[in-house]
C-alpha cells in the first residue's frame, strides 16, 4: 500500500495535512486535518469516516490528492503512547510477508476495546476510622483482613472473599465508616517483578545454557537461540534466568505459550520466581484486562507479558526477549484472518527491535533444526532430565501380532501393562488423538456413512454431548434412530475408536479403575480443565485418557506408563510433515511418563512397526531422523529447503470457484518468472466448508526466490466477482 510517505517522528502543527491508516478495509491512508494542538506521526487517533469514528494511526504527511477543501479534521488525539516507528517498522514488513492488507494488521495491533476511553474508575476498599456500632464475626474478619495488609486496598470481591463473607457486610462497614471507599483508577501499572530473587539452583548444563542466553542479551543485539532439551529438562528454569537478564537491563520480556491452559502452571512459577505476577494476555482474559496490558505494556509498566501469539503484537516499548516455549506447536500459525506464523514474525520483531528470541522445545520444528543446522540460530541443548527422572524406555506392541475382540482397541500387552500399574499404584495414560466417541457413524442396511449437511466430512459421534458433530464446522445434530439414506431403523452402527469409545472400554477392562477423560471439548472454560489436570496430577486417578490435548507440557508426577493406541495414525494422509508431526507427537506423549522418581515406559500400538518413522521414534536417535527427513524435503524442494504458499479460492458454486482456479494456473507468468510452479486447481482435501465450495493451487518456489512479490503481481489483475473469495497462505502448514 502507498502510506503517501512515512514521517518518522515528525510533528504536525494544526490544520496539516496527515495520512491516517485506519483500521477499515480501504486499501490505501486518508488525508485528514491535524487537531488543535497539533499531532505527532504516529499518534492514535479518532477520525471522521462517512457518518461513523474509527481508529486510526498518523502514518506521515497527508497525499494531498484530495479536494483539500473537503479534507475534514482529525477529531480527538488518544491518549495512548504513539505507535512507535519500529512497530510501524514490524506491521509493514508482516503485511508484506503474509500478503495483508495494512488495516487488517492495524485491526490486529488494536485488539483490545476502549483503547482511547479515559481510564475508568472502580470503587476499592481499605480501613476506615469508624468504629461499627454491633461487632459480629463477619464484620471483624473484614476488619482483620484489612489490618493485616496494611495500608492496601482491596476489590469490592476480593476483601468479601479473602474475609469469607457477602458483599453486603462489607457495604454495611463502609456505612459506618470502619471501611473507606474509593476511586481508584483501574489500568493499574503491573507490580514490579524483582529479577533477583534466588532462582534455583541450576545444573551444570542448566548454567551454561542460562549463561549463554544471558550474554547474549547483554551484546543488546538480535539473536535467535534453539533451546532444545527433552521435556523435564529445565528449559522453563533456564529461560526464566534469560527474563530475569532482561528485566535487569530494564527491557520488556514476552513469554508466548501455545495454549491457555499451560498459563495458569507457568504463572505461579513466574509469581515463585519473581515475586509477582506477569501481565496475561489471551482469548481468556477479561476485556478491561486486555486494556490494562494494551496501555501498560505501551508505557513500559509491564515488564513481563505472558500471552497467546496474538501478543506479539502489542506495543512494547522496549521489547528484550521473546520466549517462544514449545516453537513445533501448530498452534503459533493462525489459520484465519491474518495468516502468520508467530514463531517466525518473533523472529523478525526481534530482528526490527534488537532483541533476542529462545525457541523452546524438545521436539523442534524442522525449519528451526535445519536454521540452526546452518548457523543461523545458536543452539543449546539440555541433554538429561532433571534430577532422578530418565527418559521413559519406548517399544512398539506389533498389533499384527495382538489377538484383538472385535470393537476393541487397548490389545492383551497394553492391557497387561496398564494392570501392572495398577497394581503398583501408578497411573497409566491411554493416548488416542481423536475426540468423540467414533469417527464414522455408518449404516448398516445400506452402507452409508452420516455427513455434515454443510461439509464435506463425516459426522463424529459424541456420546458425551449426545450428538453428532462436525470438526470442521462444528454443526451438530442429534443421534437419528433411522438412516437417513435408506430410512432402515435402529441400524446406524459407531466405526473405530474415538476417545469416548475407548474410555468406555477402559472401564469395562478395568473396572476398579478411577478413570479421567481429558478432551478438549469436554471442558467449557480453560479453569475448568486446569483443576481436572491438577486433581490428576495429584492421583485422583490411575487411568487417563487422552487427547493431544495431554501432549502438552503438563505434569503428571505419578505417571509411569503411556500407550499410545494408534501410533500410525499421523502417518497416513499426504501433508508434507506428516512423519515430523508423529515423531514429535509420540515423543511429547512419552515424555508424560516418569518425570519423577519411578522411571516411565512408553508402549505404542502399530501395525508398521518396520516404518522409517516408527523405527526412528523407537530408537531415539533425533539426529537421525532430522537428518532423513531435511535430505528428503531438500530432494523434494520443499520447506525448509524451497519455498511454499497455498490459494484457496471459495464461493458458494462449485462451476465459478474452479473456472477462477483454472484462469489462475494458465496466467501464472509472474510466478515463471522466478522459477516457481503452481500446481492445481484442485477440490481441498475438504472440498466443502460451511456450504462453501474449495479449490486449492499450490505454488511452489526456490528457496531464495521473491515469492510474496511474484503472488502480488499474479493476483493483482484478478476481479473476484460476487462471492468469490481468495485466500493465500504463505508457508502453509495446513493443507486442508
Ligand atoms: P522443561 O521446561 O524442560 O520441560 P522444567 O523447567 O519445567 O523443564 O523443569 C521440570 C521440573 O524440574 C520442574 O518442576 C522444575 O521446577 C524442576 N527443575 C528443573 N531444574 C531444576 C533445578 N535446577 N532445581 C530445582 N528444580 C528444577
Ligand atoms: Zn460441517
Known amino acids: 500500500m502507498d502510506t503517501g510517505g512515512l514521517d518518522s517522528g515528525g510533528f504536525f502543527e494544526e490544520g496539516a495535512l496527515v495520512s491516517v491508516l485506519t483500521t477499515q478495509p480501504l486499501d490505501r491512508t486518508l488525508d485528514y486535518k491535524a487537531p488543535e494542538g497539533g499531532c505527532f506521526s504516529g499518534a492514535f487517533v479518532e477520525v471522521p469516516l462517512g457518518p461513523r469514528k474509527v481508529l486510526g494511526v498518523v502514518w506521515g504527511p497527508g497525499r494531498g490528492d484530495f479536494d483539500r477543501s473537503k479534507v475534514r479534521s482529525v477529531l480527538r488525539v488518544l491518549d495512548v503512547a504513539p505507535m512507535r516507528e519500529e512497530m510501524r517498522a514490524f506491521l509493514g514488513r508482516t503485511a508484506d510477508y503474509t500478503l495483508t492488507p495494512m488495516p487488517a494488521m492495524l485491526r490486529l495491533a488494536t485488539r483490545a476495546p476502549g483503547l482511547g476511553d479515559p481510564p475508568s474508575m472502580r470503587k476499592i476498599y481499605r480501613l476506615g476510622v469508624g468504629e461499627p456500632d454491633r461487632m459480629t464475626d463477619a464484620r471483624a474478619r473484614v476488619l482483620e483482613v484489612l489490618r493485616d495488609y496494611g495500608g492496601l486496598a482491596f476489590t469490592l470481591k476480593e476483601l468479601a472473599e479473602m474475609a469469607g463473607v457477602t458483599a453486603s457486610v462489607v457495604k454495611g462497614l463502609v456505612k459506618q465508616g470502619a471501611v473507606r471507599e474509593e476511586d481508584s483508577p483501574r489500568d493499574l501499572p503491573y507490580p514490579h517483578l524483582d529479577p533477583d530473587l534466588p532462582g534455583k539452583a541450576l545444573t551444570e548444563d542448566q548454567s551454561r545454557a542460562a549463561d549463554s542466553l544471558r550474554a547474549g542479551l547483554r551484546s543488546g543485539r538480535y539473536g535467535t537461540t534453539l533451546l532444545k532439551g527433552v521435556t523435564g529438562a529445565g528449559k522453563t ?330 501410533a500410525d495414525l499421523g502417518l497416513q494422509g499426504s501433508d508434507l510433515r506428516a512423519a515430523e508431526r508423529t515423531f514429535q507427537l509420540m515423543r511429547q506423549v512419552a515424555g508424560r511418563a516418569g518425570r519423577a522418581e519411578k522411571p516411565g515406559q512408553a508402549l505404542l500400538q502399530t501395525f508398521q512397526p518396520d516404518h522409517p518413522v516408527i523405527r526412528a521414534i523407537l530408537a531415539g536417535d533425533e539426529e537421525r531422523f532430522w537428518r532423513a527427513e531435511a535430505a528428503e524435503r531438500q530432494a523434494a524442494g520443499v520447506p525448509p529447503y524451497g519455498r511454499m504458499a497455498g490459494i484457496i479460492l471459495s464461493g458458494p458454486e462449485a462451476g465459478p470457484v474452479f473456472d477462477l482456479g483454472t484462469a489462475m494456473a494458465r496466467n501464472d507468468a509472474p510466478l515463471r518468472q522466478i522459477g516457481a510452479q503452481v500446481f492445481g486447481p484442485a477440490p481441498a482435501p475438504i472440498a466443502r466448508v460451511r456450504g462453501r465450495h474449495r479449490v486449492r493451487l499450490l505454488v511452489k518456489a526456490p528457496k531464495g526466490a521473491p515469492l510474496q512479490e511474484a503472488i502480488a503481481r499474479w493476483i493483482a489483475p484478478l476481479r473476484l466477482k460476487g462471492d468469490l473469495r481468495l485466500t493465500v497462505d504463505i508457508d502453509p502448514q495446513s493443507f486442508m
Open 237 to 566: 528454569e533456564v529461560y526464566l534466568e534469560a527474563v530475569a537478564e532482561a528485566l535487569r537491563m530494564g527491557r520488556q520480556a514476552l513469554v508466548l505459550l501455545p495454549e491457555i491452559a499451560l498459563t495458569a502452571e507457568f504463572l505461579t512459577r513466574v509469581e515463585a520466581r519473581f515475586g509477582a505476577r506477569p501481565a496475561e494476555w489471551h482469548s481468556g482474559a477479561t476485556m478491561t484486562e486486555r486494556r490494562r496490558v494494551w496501555r501498560m505494556v505501551g508505557q513500559g509498566e509491564a515488564q513481563l507479558v505472558v500471552g497467546a501469539r496474538s501478543a506479539l503484537f502489542l506495543p512494547f516499548r522496549d521489547l528484550g526477549l521473546i520466549i517462544v516455549d514449545e516453537e513445533h506447536d501448530t498452534s503459533y500459525k493462525q489459520e484465519d484472518g491474518v495468516l502468520y506464523n508467530a514463531r517466525d514474525m518473533a523472529v523478525l520483531r526481534a530482528a526490527i527491535c534488537g532483541a533476542r528470541v529462545v525457541l523452546a522445545s524438545a521436539t523442534p520444528s524442522l525449519e528451526s533444526w535445519a536454521n540452526a543446522d546452518a548457523g543461523k540460530y545458536e543452539r543449546l541443548e539440555l541433554t538429561s532430565r532433571f534430577g532422578a527422572a530418565v527418559l521413559p524406555q519406548m517399544q512398539a506392541i506389533d498389533m499384527r501380532a495382538e489377538t484383538m475382540q472385535p470393537s476393541s482397541w487397548i490389545s492383551p500387552s497394553l492391557r497387561r501393562a496398564v494392570i501392572d500399574r495398577l497394581g503398583k499404584g501408578e497411573q497409566s495414560l491411554l493416548f488416542l488423538n481423536r475426540r468423540g466417541y467414533a469417527p464414522v457413524t455408518l449404516c448398516r442396511a445400506c452402507g452409508q456413512q452420516i455427513g455434515c449437511d454443510h461439509c464435506d466430512a463425516r459426522m463424529v459421534e459424541h456420546r458425551f454431548l449426545k450428538r453428532l458433530m462436525c470438526h470442521q464446522c462444528g454443526e451438530t445434530k442429534p443421534i437419528p434412530d433411522t438412516c437417513p439414506h435408506c430410512g432402515a431403523e435402529g441400524r446406524l452402527a459407531p466405526v473405530g475408536p474415538g476417545i469416548e469409545r475407548l474410555a468406555e472400554e477402559a472401564a469395562a477392562s478395568f473396572p476398579e479403575a478411577r478413570l479421567a477423560v481429558l478432551s478438549s471439548d469436554m471442558f467449557g472454560t480453560a479453569r475448568a480443565l486446569k483443576q481436572r489436570i491438577e486433581a490428576i496430577a495429584a492421583g485422583e486417578a490411575d487411568i487417563v485418557i487422552g487427547t493431544q490435548l495431554v501432549a502438552k507440557g503438563h505434569n503428571f508426577p505419578l505417571l509411569t506408563l503411556v500407550g499410545v493406541i494408534d
